[in-house]
């Protein structure tokens, strides 16, 4: 078993918080994705004349049927 100095420590979680960050910021743009997506969806259905309530429910379909394929 290997002694490890505070460097080493703090080394470690550096390393560990720079993953972290990482990853939240792949996250962080998966949902600006998904959200830019969602609203270019909603937008077209009221493009379409749709109101509201319904673009808000065709889009939901759409991005059902999305997820599925």
Known sequence: ???KTPG???DLH???QSELNAQEEKQR???RR???ETKA???FFTDLGHDST???AL???ALANVLEE
């Open 8 to 10: 080493d420590v703090f």
């Open 1 to 3: 078993m290997t002694m």
């Open 29 to 31: 743009s998966a949902l």
């Open 34 to 36: 998904s959200l830019s």
């Open 41 to 43: 969806a909603f937008d």
């Open 14 to 16: 550096r390393k560990i």
């Open 59 to 61: 889009t939901d379909i």
């Open 54 to 56: 319904t673009a808000i």
